[in-house]
């Protein structure tokens, strides 16, 4: 099982991922370690600022939004007596990955794929995904996905929907790569999809054992 975000994509996204290698290869290739962890951006959270200096937010928002579990580990963190930062890097928030995008409106303005849709709500169950954290698993869908994946929640508790172009993002694909189709369609399409940036890895460590067994 590999979640996407312990590979720095802004996205909580657990798949299983099946690699075939011809036997004749000679291959015993493993998955590349994790670079990631959610340890290392509570961390720069809530121990060393750093996130919050990052995106020149003061004072931090209220901790809140942070479920029981998380809100334990974050106090079992403040209390540890070592000086050293996580060895991993912080998990990508949704903040990290849409830094410096503008709120969407009716017209798209900023982006044709940018576009508001109003009419997300919160109930029990579907709270979105947080602003401070990597997004959950985006859904192949519109309206109606179970936990709001397809919804983003501030920390004032405001939610709304995510554009085409924030979900695109939020799965790596780059920014001049283009969506077509109404936003439920678009959305089937981006949830649907394999995180790019999780594809070349997995993929760039295949290619780098396979040359070098080739070499050796």
Same mark, same amino acid.
């Given at each position: 099982?590999?979640? =996407?975000?312990?590979?720095?994509?802004?996205?909580?996204?657990?798949?299983?991922?099946? *690699?075939? +290698?011809?036997?004749?290869? #000679?291959?015993?290739?493993?998955?590349?370690?994790?670079?990631?962890?959610?340890?290392?951006?509570?961390?720069?959270?809530?121990?060393?600022?750093?996130?919050?200096?990052?995106? /020149?937010?003061?004072?931090?928002?209220?901790?809140?939004?942070?479920?029981?579990?998380?809100?334990?580990?974050?106090?079992?963190?403040?209390?540890?007596?070592?000086?050293?930062?996580?060895?991993?890097?912080?998990?990508?928030?949704?903040?990290?990955?849409?830094?410096? +995008?503008?709120?969407?409106?009716?017209?798209?303005?900023?982006?044709?794929?940018?576009?508001?849709?109003?009419? =997300?709500?919160?109930?029990?169950?579907?709270?979105?995904?947080? +602003?401070?954290?990597?997004?959950?698993?985006?859904? =192949?869908?519109?309206?109606?996905?179970?936990? #709001?994946?397809?919804?983003?929640?501030?920390?004032?508790?405001? *939610?709304?929907?995510?554009?085409?172009?924030?979900?695109?993002?939020?799965?790596?694909?780059?920014?001049?790569?283009?969506?077509?189709?109404?936003?439920?369609?678009?959305?089937?399409? *981006?949830?649907? =999809?394999?995180? *790019?940036?999780?594809?070349?890895?997995?993929?760039?460590?295949?290619?780098?054992? +396979?040359?070098? /067994? /080739?070499?050796?």
């Amino acid at each position: 099982m590999v979640d =996407a975000a312990d590979y720095g994509i802004p996205q909580r996204r657990e798949r299983v991922v099946i *690699v075939g +290698i011809r036997e004749d290869l #000679g291959i015993e290739w493993s998955f590349p370690e994790r670079t990631h962890s959610l340890d290392a951006l509570l961390w720069t959270q809530f121990v060393s600022g750093d996130y919050w200096k990052s995106h /020149k937010i003061d004072p931090p928002p209220s901790m809140g939004c942070y479920d029981k579990r998380t809100l334990a580990r974050i106090e079992r963190m403040r209390k540890q007596s070592s000086l050293f930062d996580p060895e991993k890097k912080p998990w990508r928030t949704i903040r990290d990955q849409l830094s410096g +995008i503008p709120f969407p409106d009716k017209e798209g303005s900023f982006h044709p794929e940018h576009i508001l849709r109003e009419g =997300a709500r919160v109930y029990p169950g579907h709270t979105g995904s947080f +602003i401070d954290l990597p997004s959950k698993t985006i859904k =192949a869908g519109g309206h109606g996905v179970p936990g #709001g994946e397809n919804m983003v929640r501030h920390a004032d508790g405001t *939610v709304r929907y995510f554009t085409t172009y924030e979900a695109k993002l939020l799965q790596t694909f780059p920014k001049e790569y283009r969506i077509l189709g109404s936003w439920t369609e678009s959305m089937r399409q *981006v949830g649907n =999809a394999v995180p *790019v940036e999780l594809a070349n890895i997995i993929s760039s460590s295949l290619v780098d054992w +396979i040359w070098n /067994k /080739k070499v050796a």
